[in-house]
């Protein structure tokens, strides 16, 4: 398992001139580890977003599938909205309640903010505002997902926004 340390080693200097941009991501994401001196946390993690994100799916679609029948069905007239709602009400309480939904639980990750702790209910629903707002439109999603998959921390578009992450749970 990976230790969580209060502040991540910073990095070497390669010459007199500092960097820039290690020097803002220094102060911009300081309680978070360093994706290149504990690469353990962040191994795996894109993929793991991933499959997390089938088993929340399902778990939404599931409840939604259970809600229907007690609207007199009428809510098939509106079932992506339903859908929406509920998987909004969903990431919420399950990130604010353990900075986690079901399913990164069950993959082993967890989101932290940029002192590297575990999302407050305000951070959470600013970060579910923003996971549905991406996951509305086709665009921003495939960004959020290549910027998964290239940032060396695995952010996405609303991890990018907000300074948190998802890192394997130490």
Known sequence: MPQMTQRYAPRPASDARPDLRSDMRGDLLWGLPDPET?????????????????????????????????????????????????????????????????????????????????????????????????SATMLPQLLSAGMMVVLPRGQGLTDVVLGTTAINRP
């Open 38 to 134: 504990q690469p353990s946390f962040y191994a795996g993690v894109p993929l793991k977003r991933l499959l997390a994100w089938l088993v929340d799916f399902v778990v939404v679609a599931i409840l939604t599938a259970i809600v229907v029948p007690f609207t007199a069905f009428t809510a098939l007239f509106f079932l992506p909205l339903l859908y929406f709602t509920l998987d909004f009400v969903y990431r919420w309480a399950t990130i604010s309640g353990g900075s986690a939904t079901l399913g990164m639980r069950l993959m082993g990750i967890e989101l932290r903010d940029r002192a590297g702790q575990r999302l407050d209910m305000g951070l959470a629903l600013l970060h579910t505002v923003g996971f549905i707002l991406t």
